[in-house]
Nanobody
Framework: VQLQAYGGGLVQTGGSLRLSCAAS????????MGWFRQAPGKEREFVAG????????YYADSVKGRFTISRDNAKITMYLQMNSLKADDTAVYYC???????????????WGQGTLVTVSS
């Protein structure tokens, strides 16, 4: 399955953005999905994950309470609603699909190209 992440941009501290991840085919609904991010000079890190059915969902401690992951299998799209954004959230955000639910990026087989989120202070 091919994935395309979009929706990034420049936002001020405290602002909101919604990222989307569009899949190329309906097998999307069979995959567990995740969002990861990579800041300049840092390793890629897990942000949020969601089961193929929509629940459960799980989050990195750094975004819990601020970010919400969701999916619409009918639209073969996943979302990441990001609120109360901080400068530390600045990164390239990637969506990924895998057969296992995991925080480890090694368990995801398919990746989108990434979308840049810049939070200005």
């Amino acid at each position: 399955v091919q994935l395309q992440a979009y929706g990034g941009g420049l936002v001020q501290t405290g602002g909101s953005l919604r990222l989307s991840c569009a899949a190329s085919e309906r097998t999307f609904s069979n995959y567990n999905m995740g969002w990861f991010r990579q800041a300049p000079g840092k390793e890629r890190e897990f942000v949020a994950g969601i089961n193929w059915s929509g629940t459960p969902k799980y989050y990195a401690d750094s975004v819990k309470g601020r970010f919400t992951i969701s999916r619409d299998n009918a639209k073969i799209t996943m979302y990441l609603q990001m609120n109360s954004l901080k400068a530390d959230d600045t990164a390239v955000y990637y969506c990924a699909a895998g057969v296992q639910m995991a925080r480890n990026s090694d368990f995801y087989e398919y990746w989108g190209q990434g979308t840049l989120v810049t939070v200005s202070s």
